[in-house]
């Protein structure tokens, strides 16, 4: 049963350019979170979706961050115009049912350089 | 939201038990604790929570105070790999892992 994949692992973007980060859960997961992780700092919440819904969003910057996770494939983590201040490891995370004490299972990250 | 308050960071001998504690005194009696953990350049780790009760599964065993201000996780056995950073997290609004800056644990051969 395979976990929580990210793609890519590693990712170079020059200033202005974009980001597409890519989240798969695990299988029979309908629930998708996305954290932000600076460097030496833990890690902070972004969004919450469900399949073809945005539930919370609250945590993701007003401008340039978009997330979607649409009926088939991948949650995607998409930045525009990235700056340096983007470079970061963002994790997905996905849980089954969405509840208050869902377990979430986390991915290995995509650590996003900005040049 | 409750916050936490854990040690910056601990050394562990290999192969002895490692206690790690974690304050929460503002926890509401609906919120639980959580702890996982981050190996490094890995995603985090879920690891054991509870709500009042002590909890042990196969990786830990998790020690809540009566008055539920503070727990400890416990490592029975600690392993080179277990060297990580250890979050203690109070979940607050379900979905939201709040994550502080961790015990960063190191196991010494």
């Known amino acids: 049963n395979a976990g929580v994949m990210q793609n890519p692992r590693h990712l170079v973007r020059r200033r202005g350019q974009e980001a597409r980060l890519r989240c798969s859960p695990m299988k029979g997961h309908s629930h998708v979170y996305w954290y932000r992780q600076l460097p030496e700092e833990g890690l902070k919440f972004m969004v919450y979706l469900q399949k073809e819904n945005i539930i919370d969003e609250s945590g993701m910057p007003k401008e340039r961050f978009s997330a979607e996770f649409p009926k088939e494939g991948p949650s995607i983590l998409r930045i525009q115009q990235v700056v340096r201040g983007d470079s970061a490891a963002y994790f997905c995370a996905s849980s089954p049912f969405g509840g208050a004490q869902d377990e979430q299972f986390f991915g290995p990250g995509t650590r996003l350089t900005v040049l | 939201d409750a916050k936490t308050t854990q040690p910056t960071s601990m050394d562990c001998a290999e192969g002895r038990a490692a206690n790690l504690p974690c304050n929460h005194s503002?926890?509401?009696?609906?919120?639980?604790v959580y702890w996982y953990r981050q190996i490094h350049s890995q995603g985090p780790q879920y690891i054991i929570h509870?709500?009042?009760n002590n909890e042990t599964n196969e990786m830990a065993s998790l020690i809540i105070t009566e008055d539920r201000k503070s727990s400890t996780l416990i490592l029975p056995h600690a392993t080179l790999r277990d060297t990580a950073v250890y979050y203690c997290?109070?979940?607050?609004?379900?979905?939201?892992?709040?994550f502080g800056a961790g015990t960063t644990v190191t196991v010494r051969a």
């Open positions: 503002t926890i509401s009696g609906n919120e639980y």
């Open positions: 509870g709500l009042k």
């Open positions: 997290i109070v979940r607050v609004e379900g979905y939201k892992l709040s």
